[in-house]
Structure formats: structure tokens, C-alpha cells
């Protein structure tokens, strides 16, 4: 008799499990509270657009994310850089720009650091002379977890100029906190993985289609054509211990199962399994500004920018389907200062800096003005955070957990939940088989 599985949460950890068991012949049924697929990656109509709520990117590293869309037969729609470059430009107007060449890691870097504007060339030569002893950090060791980046880069002569300038251009993106709130420990992940260990690994790749087109419909048409059951506003209210199994709770009937992945967020998870899951790690905000412009006011695909609430801005113009003018869309990560303040305000916070960066946006009316936000973009990637994130294994058999804030040993991005949900694949495959074998003997 096959086993019966549900996966409790349809996002991207939850998908990622549910498609990697599906394809052992198990039979499966995902449940997920919302309408829709895809977790904190969705999009939604606006008018004639098609929105993402926010903008996700990729490195070329995200081998497990990559994967999975090709399995999803969607990776075509990721346009990937074929050598990274990153605009960059600083408040007094200053134009820069990170890249990198083909020669080997760390090398690769050297020569756009060596004439990174942003920078004075003595910032230049300090920021550079931190580079070796960042590739000697192990990401793994638990001691790196209880220090901040902040004060690992001010004891190696980082100043406030490079840590404004340079490190935390890819903190703040990476782990939605400054050097000063990080985790030395997904720091040095950050830094070693996507940057420093391979000279591609730091290759950006964008979304050329809306999210939902890229993780939610088709891994809904990937799930139904394998025989996989797909339940939404289907919201689980407790799982069960049974003999032999489990009982999944929703507000409409109760489903039976031989072993269960809770791939909901952390907060969810601690209240369907209080005695595995702790929410102690609390959340940072992310939000994103949309601005349609009647005309365009940058060539660029995406640039970056210092000293200004502009971190980083994206041209959604194609993307979203808009045929006239151009549409911007403004990722605010970190942003627990602006998270509350109410739309009237953040546009008038955010037209005058967008202005500034743009000038060719100056003076223009836009047509439409949005914020999106979202709360509980990720977990606080904060000193301590290593050892509160939970084991997927739990001490209950049939039962794991996924989710980019288990101990993946990622930060909390697609490639970490992605990684979630297959390991929590294959560990619920191994329990199941070792279960068959006994009941065998």
C-alpha cells in the first residue's frame, strides 16, 4: 500500500517537497491556507499589470533553486547575467559599479574594487585587505554565529565609509539586516558562497515573468499531473498523533496521513508543533515602493544606491506587461524604520529620493504609486539565530519540517527554502522506507 503524506504549507519549501515526493509515487496531498501557491513569492493583478508582491533575485550559486525550476521546466525564464555587474551609485550623485572578471576567486573582484568610485582609494586598498581573512571564516562553526559582521569588519580595519559603501550593499540585500544586526556565521555564507569561493557563483539572474508563472502555476500543474491531491484555503488547525500515523486537522474535515512535512512558517509551525518548534526568532520587514513613470527615466535592467532610502530599484516595465511609460519597483530590506508608516508618507519620502537617484524622473507625475510589504519577510539573521533555527529531523517519526528558517545552513532566500524542501524530501522518504523494511521483518 503507498503512503499517505500531506505537506502543510504551499510555499516554496512546501512545493519543493511536495514535487520531490511526488516523483517517489507516494500518495500526496498539499494543503495551504491561502488561495494561492508560492508563499512570499505571488503576484497579483493590479489594473492590466502583473505585480510580483516583491522582487526576488538569484546567484548563479542557487543550484537547488535552479533545479527546481528545471524540474518545473521554467529555468528558461530567469535572465541570468553572464558575468555580474552591479550599478551602483552614491547620494551625492557619484556613479560606480561592482562586477567582475573571469579570472579565478577571489581575483575575479580585485579589479572592480580597484576602481570602485564609491570608495576612496585608500577605503579601496582596506576593503580589499579583509578579503583574505573573510574566505578563512567556516560558515559552520558555531562561534561565527554568536559574533555580528559588523564587529568582525571593524576589527579587520573596516571603517564606516567601506561598511556603508560596500558590505553592507550585499548584507542588507542578502540578510534583510545591517553588519552591525548579522550573523558573522550567514555572513561569512554570504560572502563565501555567493562572492568569493567561485568566480561565477556571484552571477545575477532576474525573473523575466511574473512569480506566480514561475513557482506557484506550474508547480501546481507539475503536483496535478503526478496524482498529487492540492487543497487550498485549507487551513490546518492541529496534526494529530494516530496509531501508526497522524491526523491533519483543517476547518473542514480531518485528513489521514503516515507521515506529514509542516512546511509553514516558523510561527505556524510552533503552534501545530509546540513541542518541536520555538518561534524565537523573530522577523524582519521587507517593502517595496511601485512607481509608474509616464515616461522612462532609466536604461538600467537594475542598479544599487548609498546613502539613500533608494537601496535598490528595478525596471518591472516588461515584466509586468506595461506598454507605455516605465514602472520601478524600490526593495526596501532592513526596513522596520519605514514598515509603518502609511502610503501618503512613503510617497512623499520616496518621490523626492527617487528623483535625486533618476533625474529624468524629475518633474514627471506618476500615473500610479503602491507599496507592498511584507512583515515576516524573513527571520532576524541576527547573532544566536544558528542555534534557534530547528532541525528539520524532528525527535517524532513521519514527522520533519522545511522552511527557510529550519537549519539549512543558508540564509533565509528561495535557494535556502528550496534546500529545505528537498533534504525534508529525502529524510521523510528514508523514514518511510525504513519503516516498510521493518514491518518486512
Known amino acids: 500500500m503507498t503512503a499517505q503524506v500531506v505537506v502543510v504549507g504551499g510555499g516554496l519549501a512546501g512545493l519543493t517537497a511536495a514535487c520531490e515526493l511526488a516523483d517517489r509515487g507516494l500518495d500526496l496531498t498539499l494543503v495551504e491556507a491561502r488561495a494561492r501557491l508560492g508563499g512570499v513569492t505571488f503576484s497579483f493583478s493590479r489594473g492590466d499589470l502583473v505585480v510580483d508582491n516583491g522582487q526576488h533575485v538569484l546567484l548563479r550559486c542557487y543550484t537547488a533553486y535552479l533545479d527546481f525550476l528545471r524540474k518545473l521546466g521554467v529555468a528558461h525564464h530567469i535572465e541570468m547575467q553572464p558575468r555580474m555587474r552591479i550599478p551602483v551609485q552614491g547620494a551625492d550623485g557619484t556613479l560606480g559599479s561592482l562586477s567582475r572578471t573571469a579570472l579565478p576567486a577571489p581575483l575575479h573582484l580585485f579589479g572592480s574594487l580597484a576602481t570602485y568610485k564609491l570608495l576612496s582609494l585608500a577605503d579601496r586598498v ?11 571564516l567556516d560558515p559552520d562553526d558555531p562561534r561565527l554565529d554568536e559574533q555580528s559582521l559588523g564587529d568582525w569588519l571593524r576589527a579587520h580595519g573596516q571603517n564606516a565609509a567601506t561598511i556603508a559603501a560596500l558590505w553592507n550593499l550585499i548584507t542588507v540585500a542578502a540578510l534583510n539586516c545591517d553588519a552591525d544586526e548579522a550573523s558573522l556565521a550567514l555572513a561569512a555564507k554570504v560572502f563565501r558562497t555567493g562572492l568569493l569561493d567561485r568566480n561565477e557563483n556571484c552571477d545575477i539572474g532576474v525573473p523575466a515573468v511574473p512569480l506566480s508563472e514561475l513557482h506557484g502555476e506550474p508547480a501546481l500543474a507539475y503536483l496535478r499531473a503526478r496524482g498529487a491531491q492540492v487543497r487550498l484555503h485549507a487551513a490546518v488547525k492541529e496534526i494529530r498523533r494516530r496509531d501508526n500515523g ?36 523573530g522577523h524582519s520587514p521587507i517593502f517595496n515602493v511601485h512607481v509608474i513613470f509616464p515616461r522612462r527615466v532609466t536604461e538600467l535592467p537594475f542598479f544599487a544606491v548609498v546613502g539613500s532610502p533608494v537601496q535598490w530599484a528595478f525596471d518591472r516595465t516588461s515584466v509586468s506587461g506595461l506598454t507605455r511609460g516605465q514602472y520601478l519597483a524600490v526593495s526596501v530590506s532592513a526596513a522596520s524604520e519605514w514598515i509603518d508608516l502609511p502610503v501618503p508618507r512613503l510617497r512623499e519620502l520616496f518621490l523626492p529620493e527617487i528623483a535625486r537617484v533618476l533625474p529624468g524622473s524629475a518633474g514627471q507625475v506618476p500615473t500610479d504609486f503602491f507599496v507592498t510589504k511584507e512583515r515576516a519577510a524573513t527571520f532576524r539573521q541576527q547573532p544566536g539565530s544558528g542555534r534557534r533555527r530547528a532541525a528539520q529531523r524532528t525527535g517524532t517519526p513521519g514527522l520533519v519540517l522545511a522552511g527557510a528558517w529550519t537549519a539549512t545552513g543558508w540564509p533565509d532566500t528561495m535557494e535556502g527554502a528550496v534546500r529545505s524542501g528537498q533534504n525534508a524530501a529525502m529524510l521523510l522518504s528514508e523514514q518511510l522506507s525504513a519503516t516498510v523494511s521493518e514491518v518486512a521483518r
Do not use: N, S
Request: hydrophobic residues 55%; without cysteine.
Open 246 to 281: 497522524f491526523e491533519v486537522v483543517t476547518g473542514e474535515d480531518t485528513l489521514a496521513a503516515d507521515a506529514v512535512v509542516v512546511a509553514t512558517p516558523a510561527d505556524a509551525a510552533a503552534k501545530l508543533a509546540p513541542d518541536i518548534v520555538t518561534d524565537e526568532l
Open 126 to 136: 582596506r576593503a580589499a585587505r579583509a578579503v583574505p581573512a573573510l574566505r578563512r
